[in-house]
């Protein structure tokens, strides 16, 4: 299989510098203060489109390239596709699973554009990440408290749909596959499944990148996998990062990201929310407090990419890159050969 040049190209720049990736979409795109007949366009579609973000792609692309050039202009070097619900089980909410492949090939495109565009103007390179959202189905819990065996869909389902989505941004452009906002373990698993089962059709490596988001203060996430868990379940695909976002913030994530640096021998990215939002569900969290949190961690060795989730801003990216700019990338541990497993909880089989 032929290895990935993208892989190659972000360890190289990941060994000289702390790396950027961007900021949130959802929330700049409700600064546009887009109505329904911006998000339906012409495509003549039986639901309401409004809150339909991915689908802007095809009916406001401005909004979308607009929003990509801010985080450029802030210092980004990984451009994430606004495709987090492109997928055909989100997309059936808004009666448009027929245009996933549209949809994720028109935004990796557009990422790829912009991102080539900024890599011509001053020779650093810009990277882009297929965003993959975990889907609104969980394979881990049921949705019926009356029956908890009942699953809305199985393994074997959600594996298409990702690999689906994964084909259509790799056709597009993405440098690499990311699997974020990881509430279940087990749908984590199917999306690495997925990738694995795209590398074998195209021939060549796709490579992942992982990013988990905490539900509790204990630090798990929905399945109720600690970090160092859900590291253990998947640090056999190689990612090219794992992390963490969303969550809490960043002064609650502080403890876990120590953790999940010191037993991942692959690069930390962790792009938290600005804190957590008001009763009005916004966000108040200054760029300056935000580059500050998240700049401890650059201060302490922890990270090797940073960047931001709900309610970041292009000011908070740009606070973050001025914060560690000149601050010496997380170096990998070397760790001792050991099995180690995962229940909840880790289990590692030390020798004698």
């Given at each position: 299989?032929?290895?990935?040049?993208?892989?190659?190209?972000l360890?190289?720049?990941?060994?000289?510098?702390?790396?950027?990736?961007d900021g949130?979409?959802?929330t700049e795109?409700?600064?546009?203060?887009?109505?329904?007949?911006?998000?339906?366009?012409?495509?003549?579609?039986?639901?309401?489109?409004?809150?339909?973000?991915?689908?802007l792609?095809?009916?406001?692309?401005?909004v979308?390239?607009?929003?990509?050039?801010?985080?450029?202009?802030a210092?980004?070097?990984?451009?994430?596709?606004?495709t987090?619900?492109?997928?055909?089980i989100?997309?059936?909410?808004?009666?448009?699973?027929?245009?996933v492949?549209?949809?994720?090939?028109?935004?990796?495109?557009?990422?790829?554009?912009?991102?080539?565009?900024y890599?011509?103007?001053?020779?650093?390179?810009?990277?882009?990440?297929?965003?993959?959202?975990?889907?609104?189905?969980?394979?881990?819990?049921?949705?019926?408290?009356?029956?908890?065996?009942?699953?809305?869909i199985?393994?074997?389902?959600?594996?298409?749909?990702?690999?689906?989505?994964?084909?259509?941004?790799?056709?597009?452009?993405?440098?690499?596959?990311?699997?974020e906002?990881?509430?279940?373990?087990l749908?984590a698993?199917?999306?690495?499944?997925?990738?694995?089962?795209?590398?074998?059709?195209?021939?060549?490596?796709?490579?992942?990148?992982?990013?988990?988001?905490l539900?509790?203060?204990?630090?798990?996430?929905?399945?109720?996998?600690?970090v160092?868990?859900?590291?253990?379940?998947?640090?056999?695909?190689?990612?090219?990062?794992?992390?963490?976002?969303?969550?809490?913030?960043a002064?609650?994530l502080?403890?876990?990201?120590?953790?999940?640096?010191?037993v991942?021998?692959t690069?930390?990215?962790?792009?938290?929310?600005?804190?957590?939002?008001?009763?009005?569900?916004?966000?108040?969290?200054?760029?300056?407090?935000?580059?500050?949190?998240?700049?401890?961690?650059?201060?302490?060795?922890?990270?090797?990419?940073?960047?931001?989730?709900?309610?970041?801003t292009?000011?908070?990216?740009?606070?973050?890159?001025?914060g560690?700019?000149?601050?010496?990338?997380?170096?990998?541990?070397?760790?001792?050969?050991?099995?180690?497993?995962a229940?909840?909880?880790p289990?590692?089989?030390?020798?004698?």
């Amino acid at each position: 299989m032929t290895p990935s040049p993208a892989r190659a190209a972000l360890l190289a720049q990941a060994a000289k510098r702390i790396l950027i990736t961007d900021g949130a979409f959802g929330t700049e795109i409700q600064n546009w203060k887009l109505v329904e007949a911006d998000y339906a366009g012409t495509l003549g579609l039986k639901a309401d489109q409004k809150g339909n973000n991915d689908i802007l792609v095809l009916t406001k692309p401005e909004v979308i390239e607009a929003i990509h050039r801010a985080y450029f202009e802030a210092g980004a070097d990984i451009a994430e596709t606004n495709t987090f619900s492109a997928n055909t089980i989100s997309q059936a909410d808004y009666a448009a699973e027929h245009l996933v492949d549209e949809i994720n090939l028109a935004s990796a495109r557009l990422a790829r554009r912009i991102a080539d565009e900024y890599s011509a103007r001053d020779g650093r390179p810009r990277f882009v990440a297929g965003a993959i959202g975990p889907t609104n189905k969980t394979l881990s819990l049921s949705p019926d408290v009356n029956d908890p065996g009942y699953r809305e869909i199985d393994w074997d389902h959600l594996v298409g749909v990702y690999q689906q989505q994964a084909a259509a941004l790799i056709k597009g452009g993405a440098d690499f596959i990311l699997i974020e906002t990881v509430f279940d373990t087990l749908n984590a698993k199917a999306g690495i499944m997925a990738v694995r089962r795209l590398e074998a059709e195209l021939g060549r490596e796709v490579p992942i990148m992982l990013s988990m988001t905490l539900t509790d203060l204990s630090g798990r996430n929905l399945s109720g996998h600690t970090v160092e868990a859900f590291w253990h379940a998947v640090r056999h695909a190689r990612p090219v990062t794992i992390g963490l976002n969303c969550s809490f913030g960043a002064a609650q994530l502080r403890p876990h990201v120590q953790s999940l640096s010191a037993v991942a021998d692959t690069l930390i990215m962790v792009y938290p929310n600005a804190g957590l939002p008001n009763e009005l569900g916004e966000y108040d969290e200054m760029p300056a407090t935000t580059a500050g949190l998240v700049g401890e961690w650059a201060e302490r060795g922890q990270v090797n990419i940073l960047g931001g989730c709900c309610g970041s801003t292009p000011a908070h990216i740009a606070a973050m890159a001025k914060g560690v700019a000149g601050l010496p990338p997380r170096r990998l541990p070397v760790l001792e050969s050991v099995t180690r497993l995962a229940g909840l909880e880790p289990f590692i089989m030390a020798g004698d």
